[in-house]
């Protein structure tokens, strides 16, 4: 197991070898100014600050990015080793937990399990943008913390129930519900999360359910409830209906299982017509598998448990009035990885209880033999569409690091008055960032049309054209 988390953890910098080359991109950018001239004081007053916020309540990601910017600066490279670190610890503790809960007769199947869960979890290109975008952080800070969530709450869970242990562990779990929330709010469904997992306990050792214990993963989600209600009052992207009630409830989530079944090139932003067809398809299969299960096995509540967490998880897609972006796939591709490795581990106890005990040792050398290949093969795809998904998310991403640049060049020189930028193939509130990141607060900035150029003149400005995504200087008026 340890050399295999080596392996498999290793590949993950095979995949994202260019990573840490890469700039910043889109958000980054307003992050970075949010947290570049606040002291450790500002910014703890300005993250827990619901009042200020008007679109998402994720205090410990300002914390996380002023850490980082006091650490690195400008530096994206250390950035971008924080996200692969962050990622490898989560594919490691999900695995861990996937050690933990399934259920089999022999160790090879623990290690398939195991193995199975890794690699899925590391190497699946599905949700690559919680990888290779800086913003994307609290993606990963929020599953780690649901992670760790999950790991006590299952300690917690086998304990006897009036036990200072379970309190001890329950305590802790809650409290890391909190932070995980605090970090991102699609981080709600920890606590039906919890509630699944104190299911599968419950049943793993033969006793009811416990009810009482919940009670605190209850109050710590009732408490951040109250601060992001409002903040979401506020949100414009809700005023706006960029979030809604319709079709997009079903398609969504459909449209996330598909890009999670069918990581094909070309299609990670999830616009592809027949994502949703894939995930209906998807879908059926799992009812179908539950019916098989049901009928002529054992294991139906763990399946079925692990069908209604892949839900859960897919829930904060729904919303959206456009297609969901691929970092939002980060959780349900784990719990993907889960069913991936309790299947696997079953799969293999079957082919093991099957034969004789005399020809164990050379069953346990072909299912090996056949593991390691079906690994190599999966290993293989996926770390050359994740490299894939990372240069093009690259190239989209390389005309703002290319005006920041820009930009320092023309300050450092003589600073203008007034900076337009036009018709940049990047988002005005990103332009307006970098710019002040490069020059500070002056000059004032513009993005304007073409057509607006003439009217647009004053002394001792600055005209900006971008040519196949780089920056150029059109003109600069005397001052």
Not at 104 to 118: K, N, P, Y
Not at 192 to 207: D, F, G, N, T, Y
């Amino acid at each position: 197991m340890i050399a295999t988390t080596i392996v498999a953890l290793a590949t993950v910098f095979v995949a994202y070898e260019a990573l840490p080359d890469r700039a910043f991109a889109a958000d980054d950018f307003q992050w970075l100014l949010n947290v570049r001239d606040r002291s450790l004081q500002m910014i703890i007053v300005r993250a827990f600050d619901a009042s200020a916020e008007s679109h998402f309540y994720r205090p410990l990601v300002w914390l996380l990015l002023w850490g980082q910017w006091q650490l690195f600066s400008f530096d994206a490279s250390a950035f971008h080793r924080v996200s692969l670190a962050l990622h490898v610890i989560n594919a490691a503790l999900v695995s861990w937990l996937a050690y933990r809960i399934v259920r089999s007769r022999t160790s090879i199947a623990l290690v398939v399990g195991f193995t199975a869960t890794m690699l899925v979890t590391a190497l699946h290109p599905a949700p690559f943008e919680a990888v290779v975008w800086v913003s994307a952080q609290s993606e990963l800070l929020a599953a780690l913390f649901l992670l760790l969530t999950l790991h006590c709450w299952w300690s917690a869970s086998l304990s006897d129930e009036r036990s200072l242990s379970r309190l001890i562990w329950s305590v802790v779990a809650a409290v890391l519900l909190m932070l995980a929330l605090l970090t991102k709010e699609s981080a709600i469904i920890g606590l039906p999360l919890i509630v699944l997992l104190e299911w599968e306990a419950a049943r793993m050792i033969r006793r009811r359910m416990a009810l009482m214990p919940l009670i605190l993963p209850l109050l710590a989600t009732a408490v951040y409830l109250t601060a992001a209600l409002d903040v979401a009052s506020r949100n414009y992207l809700v005023r706006e209906s960029g979030y809604g009630v319709g079709a997009q409830l079903v398609l969504n989530p459909l449209r996330s299982l598909g890009l999670i079944v069918a990581p094909l090139p070309g299609v990670e932003y999830g616009r592809a017509a027949w994502l949703p067809i894939a995930g209906a398809g998807a879908a059926l299969a799992g009812i179908m598998a539950l019916a098989i299960v049901w009928r002529y096995g054992k294991g139906v509540a763990s399946l079925l448990a692990g069908v209604l967490a892949l839900i859960i998880t897919l829930a904060p897609t729904a919303p959206f009035a456009s297609a969901p972006d691929s970092r939002y796939l980060y959780l349900p591709v784990m719990v993907v990885a889960l069913i991936a490795g309790g299947w696997s581990a079953t799969l293999v106890d079957w082919v093991v209880s099957a034969e004789s005990r005399k020809h164990t040792r050379i069953v346990r050398l072909s299912i090996g033999g056949v593991a390691i290949v079906v690994a190599l093969a999966f290993g293989l795809l996926a770390i050359n569409e994740t490299r894939g998904r990372e240069v093009r998310f690259a190239a989209g991403a390389r005309p703002g690091e290319e005006l920041r640049l820009f930009a320092a060049a023309q300050c450092a020189d003589e600073r203008p008055d007034r900076m337009l930028v036009v018709e940049p193939p990047i988002a005005a509130p990103h332009v307006e960032a970098i710019i002040r990141l490069s020059c500070g607060a002056n000059p004032h900035t513009m993005v304007i049309g073409m057509g607006d150029v003439e009217r647009e003149l004053r002394p001792n400005t600055l005209i900006v054209v971008f040519d196949g995504g780089f920056p150029h200087l059109l003109t600069r008026t005397s001052s």
